[in-house]
T-cell receptor, first 113, second 108 residues
Framework: DAGVIQSPRHEVTEMGQEVTLRCKPI?????LFWYRQTMMRGLELLIY????????DSGMPEDRFSAKMPNASFSTLKIQPSEPRDSAVYFC???????????FGQGTRLTVV | QKEVEQNSGPLSVPEGAIASLNCTYS??????FFWYRQYSGKSPELIMF????GDKEDGRFTAQLNKASQYVSLLIRDSQPSDSATYLC????????FGTGTSLTVIP
């Protein structure tokens, strides 16, 4: 398996634009997590899915953020409109169970100017 | 209160010494405990996991868990410059919680 695949690897966008981050989890993994990492706040859990259903989105910072998982092999994290404070590295991770090891994708480095 | 707390460091040790990294957690229902290593600009990668009280050894790495004290630690013996990275403690119960990480530098 190729592991968790995220795209794009880098994204630079202007404030106010819509940004969509994509993730393909490892096949057979029932859990998918979206994290945001910054120097100030470390690795923050934004939302996680179990069997394509959002379970906990309490980490989503505000209504500008939304995430979907239309099927077991694809998830998106959308920011609309984007703001400079959204600049961070966004990681997607997947896991077979909620208590087992989480495997991380390579991350998307988002810069909002 | 944060779910998982780590000393942010930075921690510096000379090559060949033992590096000790510590982590405390707040949820007594936590079931699984992990240590991830993250090199600059890279994604976190798992290096150790532990489920039961006591010690677990894997090569130069030893994870220690004390559920009564809600404490997890990672010891790195014979530290090498290639061990220089940020180490993230993670705890899972219903979901994964990560600490903010401890930056380790091994000085040749």
């Amino acid at each position: 398996d190729a592991g968790v695949i995220q795209s794009p690897r880098h994204e630079v966008t202007e404030m106010g634009q819509e940004v969509t981050l994509r993730c393909k989890p490892i096949s057979g993994h029932d859990y998918l997590f979206w994290y945001r990492q910054t120097m100030m706040r470390g690795l923050e859990l934004l939302i996680y899915f179990n069997n394509n259903v959002p379970i906990d989105d309490s980490g989503m910072p505000e209504d500008r953020f939304s995430a979907k998982m239309p099927n077991a092999s694809f998830s998106t994290l959308k920011i609309q409109p984007s703001e400079p404070r959204d600049s961070a590295v966004y990681f997607c991770a997947s896991s077979i169970s909620g208590v087992g090891e989480a495997f991380f994708g390579q991350g998307t480095r988002l810069t909002v100017v | 209160q944060k779910e998982v707390e780590q000393n942010s460091g930075p921690l510096s040790v000379p090559e060949g010494a033992i590096a000790s990294l510590n982590c405390t957690y707040s949820d007594r229902g936590s079931q699984s405990f992990f240590w991830y290593r993250q090199y600059s600009g890279k994604s976190p990668e798992l290096i150790m996991f532990i489920y039961s009280n006591g010690d677990k050894e894997d090569g130069r790495f030893t994870a220690q868990l004390n559920k009564a004290s809600q404490y997890v630690s990672l010891l790195i013996r014979d530290s090498q410059p290639s061990d220089s990275a940020t180490y993230l403690c993670a705890v899972s119960g219903n979901q994964f919680y990560f600490g903010t990480g401890t930056s380790l530098t091994v000085i040749p």
